[in-house]
């Protein structure tokens, strides 16, 4: 059984997720992408992988752009998210739950859930914008995240030699952050991450079981992002 349409949220909170720079019409390039997100996190999945029984959190769902087709096409998953935004917080409260659940987290963990209580969880350009706390909120997923589950990230950096026309060394760059003083509506900063530094820090708390680099001007679903 199909859920109803979910209405399109305020154009305001679309463009607070992006993908509306040089868009005639943002409402469109806002559906596109989360539908094409949600397909490109499935296509990751093992083979025998069912969502019947599970609990699929959204980390850092903003106003649903992904969240809202991962219900719409999976509704035998447990659907949550969770974001820092009170007015997309308030908007999905208001019209998508349910099914899903949806609550606030502060700048710094932790969240409420219990340990080892999600499947899945993806996080969609999150890791690409935190300074201070990202430790701290990779430590609380591993927490809540069941010792046989998946977290499915994205990153910037990896597979890239130059950013904005100046050269990056993947060798030197570790984990670099530009623009630090960006306010969160503009986009706050951004993070550039090297391989080996994922893999020596990252690893320390998950197994990786693939690290696909990104691709300058890449294409649609991650734009250049690694995953």
């Given amino acids: 059984v199909r859920m109803q349409r979910v209405p399109l949220p305020p154009e305001n909170l679309m463009r607070r997720v992006g993908w509306h720079v040089n868009a005639r019409h943002p409402a469109d390039v806002f559906e596109e992408r ?17 969502f019947e029984g599970k609990r699929i959190l959204d980390f850092g769902c903003g106003v649903g752009r ?10 035998e998953g447990e659907f949550w998210g969770c974001d820092i935004d009170t007015r997309s917080v308030e908007w999905l409260r208001g019209h998508l739950s349910p099914p899903a659940h949806i609550f606030q987290t502060g700048d710094w963990p932790p969240m409420q859930q219990a340990d080892r209580h999600f499947d899945l969880i993806y996080a969609f350009s999150v890791f690409t914008h935190l300074v201070d706390s990202w430790s701290a909120w990779l430590l609380e997923l591993h927490r809540v995240l069941k010792d046989d589950g998946v977290l499915i990230a994205t990153v910037f950096g990896p597979g890239h030699s ?47 079981l693939e690290l696909r680099p990104g691709e300058p001007a890449g294409p649609p679903p991650l734009f250049g992002q690694s995953v």
């Fill in 34 to 50: 989360g539908r094409d997100q949600w397909r490109f996190i499935k296509s990751h999945l093992p083979d025998e992988w069912s």
């Fill in 66 to 75: 992904v969240l809202r087709h991962a219900v719409a096409e999976d509704p």
């Fill in 162 to 208: 130059s950013f904005a026309g100046e050269s990056i060394d993947e060798d030197i760059i570790g984990m670099n952050v530009l623009f630090p003083a960006a306010a969160w509506d503009a986009g706050g900063p951004l993070i550039l991450h090297s391989e080996w530094w994922l893999r020596t820090h990252w690893g320390r708390a998950f197994e990786i």
